[in-house]
């Protein structure tokens, strides 16, 4: 047996129905039969006396609460609930696909019945072939089901014989029940061979979790499991409605695969990006979903990188086909992310920024990254590119740091101390102190820690200067400190008698430098490697100091 295509399909039913009785119904037809009978007037009586009870003291299903009313069926004796108390009719014959020629008839059938089984839950709403469902004139539903709340309602069964689709008739009673079932009043048919027939389109899913829309649950291999429907045709691409996932490192684009199949793209799709060699990935996932993921990055998968004074936008085009060799029109599906500007977008929105990478190992903890940039703009959202930064000396330069991959809701980032050198080598003995001990250096007005053990980041300005004795160069330096929030106190507390203690020992494995950085104006040194030029001299403060002066005051 050849298994069903893994298509989804739209699989809905829409019950509605207006009520025919109202709360506790003392039934007409059961009244007429005791016409003449002794009993009629107890039996009305016994009927409201009923009614009263109930809305007195209210009735209660055992299986759910009463929100769909007093719907109930009074007999000679009694008033009873027919979801309560039905006979199960578990009858695979009733179908109406079943075309075996076999001729049986229901009119020995009498009382509330429910219908379950593969072939089918309700009786079926539209007229039925001939010879269907073990019987010569098969019997359907002439009415919408009511759904649930609605209480008893009355329908017309009609059996279709002689090209007349109503030609024998009777009165049937359904009544929606909690859990979402039918019951049906049935009296026998009018004439044989008749027979109540189920649609059997109808059958309770047997699949572990719901089936969407586009899918229908079939049983594979003896395995129920939601498939796509084969009945989706649709010639309109933009039924597909792609959902598009913006995360912080890849963008992820999903497609339903039912409803690719339905605008006519196989099972087996080929999805890729602007550029066909990139290395996205496209998954099948769960619940017939196909995804293709491309790195947020300005040059991967040649994706076209937008940028406007709030927003970096990633732009980029999914082209899908079903084959190889390519004959019929491409399916092509723009979309773009668009990020909100900050430290972190725009240091992955630069194409050659000037940054530093250290990976930290914590015990325990896990494996964290922190990168440190340099900026041009206050909001740290415009970071400088290229190989080194040359600057005036009336320029501020804005350095943030970032701990990008760890537990950021764990971990806040400190920057302990930073300080810059004027040769590449972060142990030089010559320091110019912009952070020590957590804290500003106080002596310098220029120096503004924005933020620093309050979270994930760390910020700081200070006015560019240089180093005195013929250097032309200024290289950055921070040891950081990944701190635990919940064990520690992270942010520092800055009083005048700690910002003048003395350094601790600075660990240089978890120190990140930044640089070179030139004053403009100087000579541009060949290999930028920290020697001495022949313009060097420090500008940012009124007077000039001696680099052996500087060292012994910091």
């Not at 059958?203 to 989706?232: G, H, I, M």
């Not at 409803?259 to 799709?269: A, H, I, R």
């Not at 590449?424 to 110019?432: G, H, L, T």
Request: hydrophobic residues 35%; aromatic residues 8%.
């Amino acid at each position: 047996m050849v298994g069903p295509r893994r298509r989804n399909a739209l699989f809905s039913l829409v019950l509605h129905g207006k009520s025919a009785y109202s709360r506790v119904t003392c039934m007409p037809h059961f009244m007429e039969r005791m016409v003449g009978s002794g009993l009629l007037w107890l039996a009305l009586v016994s009927c409201i006396l009923t009614q009263l009870s109930a809305v007195q003291q209210g009735y209660r299903n055992p299986a759910a609460a009463s929100s769909y009313g007093l719907d109930l069926d009074c007999g000679a004796d009694n008033c009873f609930d027919p979801c309560q108390n039905y006979t199960l009719l578990d009858e695979p014959f009733r179908s109406t696909e079943n075309t075996e020629s076999i001729q049986k008839c229901d009119d020995n059938m009498s009382g509330w019945y429910r219908f379950v089984g593969e072939g089918g839950v309700r009786m079926p709403e539209t007229c039925v072939p001939v010879y269907r469902c073990q019987t010569a004139a098969p019997m359907w539903l002439n009415g919408t089901h009511p759904a649930f709340g609605d209480g008893i309602v009355s329908h017309t069964a009609c059996a279709h014989w002689s090209d007349n689709c109503c030609l024998w008739k009777t009165e049937v009673l359904v009544k929606a029940c909690p859990g979402g079932y039918h019951v049906y009043r049935l009296e026998g048919t009018p004439q044989c061979s008749l027979r109540y027939c189920t649609d059997p389109s109808t059958v309770e899913d047997k699949c572990d979790k719901a089936c969407r829309p586009e899918e229908e649950c079939l049983a594979f291999n003896s395995t129920w499991d939601c498939f796509c429907r084969q009945d989706l045709n649709s010639s309109d691409v933009h039924s597909l409605q792609p959902q598009l996932d913006c995360g912080a490192r890849e963008m992820t684009v999903k497609l339903d695969k039912c409803l690719l199949e339905g605008v006519g793209l196989g099972e087996e799709v080929i999805a890729y990006l602007r550029d066909p060699n990139c290395s996205s990935i496209v998954q099948a996932e769960e619940r017939n979903w196909i995804s293709l993921t491309s790195p947020v990055q300005a040059s991967a998968c040649r994706n076209i990188l937008e940028r406007n004074q709030t927003h970096a936008i990633y732009k980029n085009t999914l082209s899908l086909v079903n084959d190889f060799i390519i004959r019929d029109t491409i399916l092509n599906i723009n979309f773009q992310c668009a990020y909100p500007l900050d430290m972190k977008v725009s240091l992955q929105a630069a194409l050659q920024p000037i940054v530093s990478s250290l990976n930290l190992s914590v015990g325990g903890d896990g494996e964290f990254t922190v990168r440190m940039a340099l900026f041009q703009d206050q909001n740290y959202t415009n970071p400088y590119e290229g190989v080194a930064v040359e600057l005036s000396v009336e320029s501020m330069l804005y350095v943030g740091a970032i701990l990008e991959q760890g537990d950021t809701s764990r971990f806040n980032l400190v920057l302990r101390n930073c300080y810059a050198t004027p040769t590449e080598d972060r142990a030089d003995p010559v320091k110019y102190f912009i952070i020590r001990n957590s804290c500003p250096n106080q002596r310098d007005s220029t120096i503004h820690v924005e933020e620093n053990g309050r979270s994930s980041e760390g910020r700081f300005s200070v006015q560019m200067f240089m180093f005195a004795g013929h250097y032309d160069l200024v290289f950055l330096h921070c040891e950081i400190h990944l701190c635990d929030s919940l064990r520690e106190q992270c942010q520092p507390s800055c009083s005048r008698s700690q910002v003048r203690s003395d350094v601790l020992a600075i660990d240089l494995a978890r120190v990140l430098d930044l640089g070179p950085i030139t004053r403009r104006g100087a000579q541009s040194p060949g290999v930028m490697n920290g020697t001495p030029g022949t313009a060097g001299f420090l500008v940012a403060w009124p007077m000039v100091l001696l680099t052996v002066l500087l060292a012994w005051l910091f």
